[in-house]
Nanobody
Framework: QVQLVESGGGLVQAGGSLRLSCAAS????????MGWFRQAPGKEREFVAA????????NYANSAKGRFTISRDNAKNTVYLQMNSLKPEDSAVYYC????????????WGQGTQVTVSS
């Protein structure tokens, strides 16, 4: 079973950037499709970005397109989310997740990292 630990969150001004990291142990990130999700207070968790298990194909929520970039470093067993041009509405707890081959849902989740964007 893979364990995921997010880091890199913090407080940033609007227009700034952050890079979130998701370090995996107990399994290789190259064996999973990896995703980032976020949840703001009082709101449901929402999809942000994903990268498929094989290759480098990525998928983004409309709110993230053009501003966020998901990437994976298999050698470091880590997935990243580069977030640029941050907005106050990006404030949320960000979660990393892993999905096994043929799984319909994400199977493993990290504990989350807080991102707060001030206006």
């Amino acid at each position: 079973q893979v364990q995921l630990v997010e880091s890199g969150g913090g407080l940033v001004q609007a227009g700034g950037s952050l890079r979130l990291s998701c370090a995996a142990s107990g399994g290789a990130v190259s064996s999973y499709s990896m995703g980032w999700f976020r949840q703001a207070p009082g709101k449901e968790r929402e999809f942000v970005a994903a990268i498929i298990r094989l290759g480098t194909s990525t998928n983004y929520a409309n709110s993230a397109k053009g501003r966020f970039t998901i990437s994976r470093d298999n050698a470091k067993n880590t997935v990243y989310l580069q977030m640029n041009s941050l907005k106050p509405e990006d404030s949320a707890v960000y979660y990393c997740a892993a999905r096994r081959v043929l799984s319909q849902e994400y199977d493993y989740w990290g504990q989350g990292t807080q991102v707060t964007v001030s206006s």
